[in-house]
């Protein structure tokens, strides 16, 4: 067996709110799906790296056990790997929440680390 792709979905309220962030780094919404007067659904893609948002009402319409459980669907955290995070800081929109703009990690990484419009944790690396 070979595990082909690995791609994070995040439920939020509002997809609208994050896309300036996105849009802002170079992903491209390859997927729109709408929902009302907004979206429920969209792919943004870079570099052969997707990251996908969902609302709770497309996940509650399209699989409401989904939202069950002991733990709600909440905030995540991403990692992700740039070869210039000089230039992916720069390409931030001004009202970036950022939560550290700049770490060493004893792992060898330098890290800047923000959250979009929903409250997920992005992290970007570089590694030494």
């Not at 979905?9 to 996105?22: C, F, N, S, Y």
């Not at 905030?75 to 992700?80: E, P, Q």
């Amino acid at each position: 067996m070979k595990i082909k792709k690995l791609a994070p979905v995040l439920i939020v309220d509002r997809i609208e709110p994050a896309l300036p962030l996105w849009d802002a780094l170079g992903f491209r919404r390859t997927v729109e799906v709408p929902h009302g007067e907004g979206l429920a659904f969209v792919i943004l893609e870079r570099d052969g790296i997707e990251v996908m948002y969902q609302t709770r009402g497309s996940v509650a319409a399209d699989e409401p056990r989904a939202l069950e459980g002991p733990h709600a669907l909440g905030a995540a955290a991403l990692f992700i790997e740039v070869d210039d995070l000089e230039a992916m800081v720069k390409a931030l929109p001004p009202d970036t929440d950022v939560v550290n703009a700049r770490r060493q990690t004893f792992y060898g990484s330098t890290e800047t680390i923000f959250r979009d419009a929903a409250g997920n944790v992005i992290t970007f690396a570089q590694m030494a």
